[in-house]
């Protein structure tokens, strides 16, 4: 019913940069809240950011300052910026979003398939 597809994930330096990007497609009748996750080999998945529809954010500790997250609601696509990577930052990336679909009542939260990103020299 929802699709969630992650793009921007790759391979850069220390220091780099990266943009992903996570649209949102399929019976969506209104998006709350939207959030980046990520899981590191022999790690639990962990929130990096998230950001309601009106458009607050949060962060965890070990990314302020250096990854902004952002939305267009037009688009249903929600972005996560990451500046001044570190090799602590490698891990799949996993979008998330909590919606409200045409047919159900209530909301739910879907997932995307992950997007990796590798940070090495």
């Known amino acids: 019913q929802v699709q969630l597809v992650e793009s921007g994930g790759g391979l850069v330096q220390p220091g780099g940069s990266l943009r992903l990007s996570c649209a949102a497609s399929?019976?969506?009748?209104?998006?709350?809240?939207m959030g980046w996750y990520r899981q590191a080999p022999g790690k639990q998945r962990e929130l990096v950011a998230a950001?309601?529809?009106?458009?607050?954010?949060n962060y965890t500790d070990s990314v302020k300052g250096r990854f902004t997250i952002s939305r267009d609601n037009a688009k249903n696509t929600v972005y996560l910026q990451m500046n001044s990577l570190k090799p602590e930052d490698t891990a799949v990336y996993y979008c998330?979003?909590?919606?409200?679909?045409?047919?159900?009542?209530?909301?739910?939260?879907?997932w995307g398939q992950g997007t990796q990103v590798t940070v090495s020299s």
């Open positions: 998330q979003a909590t919606v409200r679909t045409i047919w159900q009542s209530g909301e739910f939260d879907y």
């Open positions: 399929g019976s969506i009748w209104s998006i709350n809240a």
């Open positions: 950001i309601t529809r009106g458009g607050s954010a």
